[in-house]
């Protein structure tokens, strides 16, 4: 099978004044309960929990972690690709009772007055195995990307989306360049 990885990037912003801080994104992939299905009306609803460790090292660049059963006879590889700009990984899925539990929600540090990420790759596999699969229709929602009203900017980008919609009433910025759809917040 062709591999075509989601590829999605978490971004935040530091200013001078905010010299530490932790970052918590939620990402949640799942089916979007909405009035706008754009090109995606049969996104199949995920669930991201209990995730093993299969290669690499734990919280590295290289790590690579199954999280089984994403979907009936799908698990989900996800490998974490790079760590930018000082960026550090707490917890691969923060599901502690913060946020959403079946949403993939990595806890991200950032370093102090600098744009820091980490650049994942997701991949399906057919569950059980090592095989790549394909989703003809896929829709992500990321959540938490607000800023907090005094230092800290968020953003995500997202890599091959088909289509994007925002809510009216946000206070994101949202882009496309032909290749990657990328939302960010005020301060």
Known sequence: AVT???????????????????????????????????????????TFHSPVLIAGTDRLVGAVYNFAEVAPGLDAHIEIVALVGGATLYNIDDSAGIGYYNAFQPYVGAAATDTSYIDWRIVFKIAGTNTDTTL???????????????????????ATPGSFSVDPFTNLTVSFDGVRSKAISPV
Request: charged fraction near 10%; glycine fraction near 8%; charge should be negative.
């Open 136 to 158: 003809p229709c896929l829709a992500v929602t990321g959540i938490d990307i607000d800023g907090d009203g005094s230092g800290l900017k968020e953003f995500i980008e997202a």
């Open 4 to 46: 075509n990885p989601f590829v999605m990037k978490a971004f935040s912003t530091f200013f001078p004044a905010r010299i530490a801080a932790a970052l918590l994104i939620c990402f949640l992939l799942s089916h979007v309960v909405t009035n706008v299905h754009a090109q995606c009306g049969n996104a199949p609803t995920l």
